[in-house]
């Protein structure tokens, strides 16, 4: 069974700065990619950003530059940098993992964390 723990959220002004982790724990896997996607109120849920085992990263086109997702594989675990906050940056982040089990591909996600951006 595959556990992912969530930290980081929480409410900061616009412009200010948050750092959200997620650490997988569980039985062996293989890490295909991990990632967060965030769903603000009456929205569907939707990318924030992603990082492969290999290390690339995708960004949707509304946080790009202002945030940034990097690993510690031999914690695996995930971070996302988040600056120059927006109000509409608002949401619960959700963190997502990829993995292998024997070549059979799961997909798992976080309880979330709410982010509010406010003045």
């Known amino acids: 069974q595959v556990q992912l723990v969530e930290s980081g959220g929480g409410l900061v002004q616009p412009g200010g700065s948050l750092r959200l982790s997620c650490a997988a724990s569980?039985?062996?896997?293989?890490?295909?990619?991990m990632g967060w996607y965030r769903q603000a109120p009456g929205k569907q849920r939707e990318l924030a950003a992603t990082?492969?085992?290999?290390?690339?990263?995708n960004y949707a086109a509304s946080v790009k530059d202002r945030f940034a997702i990097s690993r510690d594989n031999a914690k695996n675990t995930v971070y996302l940098q988040m600056n120059s906050l927006k109000l509409e940056d608002t949401a619960v982040y959700y963190c997502?993992?990829?993995?292998?089990?024997?070549?059979?591909?799961?997909?798992?996600w976080g309880q979330g964390t709410q982010v509010t951006v406010s003045s």
């Open positions: 990082i492969t085992s290999n290390g690339i990263t």
């Open positions: 569980g039985s062996r896997f293989s890490i295909l990619a």
């Open positions: 997502n993992l990829q993995i292998a089990v024997a070549t059979m591909p799961y997909n798992y």
